[in-house]
């Protein structure tokens, strides 16, 4: 393994992070509290060249490799404090356009990654159903062939984007009794007629990221918009798992940014006639927050320089979704209560971690099916 960073790397991270201090940090808390998602901040990403950023060139996107990519993420993240953007970009990015950019074919890729790249369509991915969440297999959604299109009929729910997403990368069966083996990914654009999507669920934490459910009934889709082949979904779900779980970079910034925040406090915070920083008590929730945030950081790093590597990253993917979510959940947790009773207040934006890192360790597959697959990856069983 070798992490060290090249110039351009560094600069890059560094250019990312004062423009999310710059122009995206201000007015996270409104926009939290409007609960809307802001096109604004959006079109200001994708100006800035991250809507597309791992996107190849010659489609219009950045082609960064998946280091740079977790660089961009994490300092992002760290400067603008803004849980939602990251959930809409990552799943706009990473989860959407990245398999049409690994698997599609080059029409496919010239008709849909230009468009995701500038910010123009932003994309979602669509797996988890009503009854199909962690046993995501067992999915109802159904494909049927119909001369040169498809009929979707089905529904998905908990979509992160779905309110607001041009197209979709989503998952159906062509045959229920195959299970994994009938699994089956379509692009859908949700102009397509059969597909409605539903109001924006409520949420406790990361109001302004939409999430919704989307109906497909007898839903259109042509031929050519089959991503892959036919039965080949559950093979796309497992090559898109690097991309995907670089998408919890995030979270590593979001903890340093609290870790931050949590000195700051315990430095001016004064009980006893002394900072709060001084008691033992303290100091010890700071370093467990400092201990997880690197454990997160390498792994992070780590899994991003196998996947440029082209190394194998099955078993490292499950741990990285794993300890950073759980990690990060466990630091809101001690951040909260460093900044005691103002930490249960909104005009601190430390509380907000708790319920972003609640739904981290379920979002994107929860924390007993990455245990699962870990152990199950080690006994072979
Ligand atoms: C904020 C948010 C955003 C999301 N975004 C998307 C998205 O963009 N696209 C998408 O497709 N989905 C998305 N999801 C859905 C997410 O992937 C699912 O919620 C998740 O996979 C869990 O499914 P479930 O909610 O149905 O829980 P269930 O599967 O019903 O699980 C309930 C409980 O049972 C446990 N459990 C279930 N099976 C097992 C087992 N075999 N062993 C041990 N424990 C088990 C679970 O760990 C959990 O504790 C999102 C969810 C959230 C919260």
Same mark, same amino acid.
């Given at each position: 393994?070798? %992490?060290?960073?090249?110039?351009?790397?560094?600069?890059?991270?560094?250019?990312?992070? !004062? %423009?999310?201090?710059?122009?995206?940090?201000?007015?996270?808390? =409104?926009?939290?509290?409007?609960?809307?998602?802001?096109?604004?901040?959006? !079109?200001?990403? $994708?100006?800035?060249?991250?809507?597309?950023?791992?996107?190849?060139?010659?489609?219009?996107?950045?082609?960064?490799?998946?280091?740079?990519?977790?660089?961009?993420?994490?300092?992002?993240?760290?400067?603008? +404090?803004?849980?939602?953007?990251?959930?809409?970009?990552?799943?706009?990015?990473?989860?959407?356009?990245?398999?049409?950019?690994?698997?599609?074919?080059?029409?496919?890729?010239?008709?849909?990654?230009?468009?995701?790249?500038?910010?123009?369509?932003?994309?979602?991915?669509?797996?988890?159903?009503?009854?199909?969440?962690?046993?995501?297999?067992?999915?109802?959604?159904?494909?049927?062939?119909?001369?040169?299109?498809?009929?979707?009929?089905?529904?998905?729910?908990?979509?992160? /984007?779905?309110?607001?997403?041009?197209?979709?990368?989503?998952?159906?069966?062509?045959?229920?009794?195959?299970?994994?083996?009938?699994?089956?990914?379509?692009?859908?654009?949700?102009?397509?007629?059969?597909?409605?999507?539903?109001?924006?669920? =409520?949420?406790?934490?990361?109001?302004?990221?939409?999430?919704?459910?989307?109906?497909?009934?007898?839903? !259109?889709?042509?031929?050519? /918009?089959?991503?892959?082949?036919?039965?080949?979904? %559950?093979?796309?779900?497992?090559?898109?798992?690097?991309?995907?779980?670089?998408?919890?970079?995030?979270?590593?910034?979001?903890?340093? $940014?609290?870790?931050?925040?949590?000195?700051?406090?315990? !430095?001016?915070?004064?009980?006893?006639?002394?900072?709060?920083?001084?008691?033992?008590?303290?100091?010890?929730?700071?370093?467990?927050?400092?201990?997880?945030? =690197? $454990?997160?950081?390498?792994?992070?790093?780590?899994?991003?320089?196998?996947?440029?590597?082209?190394?194998?990253?099955?078993?490292?993917?499950?741990?990285?979704?794993?300890?950073?979510?759980?990690?990060?959940?466990?630091?809101?947790?001690?951040?909260?209560?460093?900044?005691?009773?103002?930490?249960?207040? +909104? =005009?601190?934006?430390?509380?907000?971690?708790?319920?972003?890192?609640?739904?981290?360790?379920?979002?994107?597959?929860?924390?007993?099916?990455? +245990?699962?697959?870990?152990?199950?990856?080690?006994?072979?069983?």
């Amino acid at each position: 393994m070798d %992490f060290s960073f090249t110039e351009e790397q560094i600069m890059f991270r560094d250019s990312v992070e !004062k %423009f999310a201090q710059k122009e995206i940090a201000p007015g996270v808390d =409104e926009r939290e509290r409007k609960a809307e998602f802001s096109y604004e901040v959006w !079109k200001k990403m $994708a100006d800035f060249g991250l809507a597309g950023l791992t996107i190849p060139a010659d489609y219009g996107g950045g082609g960064a490799d998946a280091l740079t990519t977790v660089l961009a993420m994490e300092a992002f993240a760290r400067g603008s +404090r803004d849980m939602s953007i990251c959930v809409v970009w990552g799943s706009h990015l990473l989860l959407a356009a990245m398999p049409i950019a690994d698997l599609g074919t080059e029409e496919q890729k010239k008709k849909y990654l230009p468009k995701m790249a500038s910010g123009e369509w932003i994309g979602a991915m669509a797996l988890t159903e009503p009854d199909a969440g962690t046993d995501a297999t067992s999915l109802r959604t159904t494909a049927k062939k119909d001369g040169n299109h498809y009929l979707l009929n089905g529904n998905k729910t908990y979509i992160s /984007n779905a309110p607001i997403a041009d197209v979709l990368t989503t998952f159906a069966s062509v045959d229920l009794a195959k299970r994994a083996q009938g699994l089956t990914l379509f692009i859908v654009e949700t102009d397509s007629p059969g597909l409605t999507l539903g109001k924006p669920l =409520e949420k406790y934490e990361s109001h302004s990221s939409p999430t919704g459910e989307i109906f497909f009934e007898d839903c !259109k889709v042509p031929v050519e /918009n089959l991503l892959g082949g036919e039965g080949e979904g %559950f093979h796309a779900m497992v090559h898109s798992l690097g991309w995907e779980r670089i998408a919890f970079a995030p979270f590593v910034g979001l903890m340093e $940014a609290d870790l931050n925040s949590c000195i700051e406090y315990a !430095k001016e915070r004064k009980q006893f006639g002394k900072p709060i920083g001084k008691f033992q008590l303290v100091q010890a929730m700071l370093s467990e927050i400092k201990m997880d945030l =690197e $454990a997160s950081r390498y792994l992070a790093y780590n899994l991003a320089w196998k996947k440029d590597q082209n190394e194998w990253i099955g078993m490292d993917a499950a741990i990285v979704k794993t300890f950073i979510t759980e990690a990060y959940e466990r630091s809101a947790q001690k951040a909260v209560q460093i900044f005691g009773g103002n930490g249960c207040m +909104r =005009e601190y934006p430390i509380g907000r971690s708790l319920w972003a890192g609640k739904m981290a360790t379920i979002g994107g597959g929860t924390s007993q099916i990455q +245990r699962t697959i870990i152990g199950r990856m080690l006994t072979g069983l």
